[in-house]
């Protein structure tokens, strides 16, 4: 009795394996990831400050027009070495 129960448990396991690698696969080909799915922002490049190396969004840095910066401090820095 325990024998079957522990077959069918893992049977179901197996099955369940392989139904999420076949349903991954059917995503992966229609070109569909999990964060897309989910309603997840787009990935945003981030931008590497020139002075501390910190990585920043370009949409929260400070910029000079050609470079971001995380802070005031780390611009004014930039500009006393430049």
Do not use: Q
Request: glycine content about 6%; hydrophobic content about 45%; overall charge positive.
């Amino acid at each position: 009795m325990v024998g079957r129960l522990l077959e069918a448990l893992v049977f179901l396991l197996v099955l369940r394996a392989a139904w999420t690698v076949l349903t991954t696969l059917l995503a992966a080909s229609r070109g569909s990831t999990r964060a897309a799915s989910r309603g997840a922002p787009p990935a945003v490049k981030l931008l590497r400050d020139p002075v501390c190396g910190t990585y920043v969004s370009p949409a929260t840095a400070i910029s000079d027009g050609h470079r971001y910066f995380c802070s005031e401090k780390c611009r004014n820095e930039y500009k006393l070495r430049a």
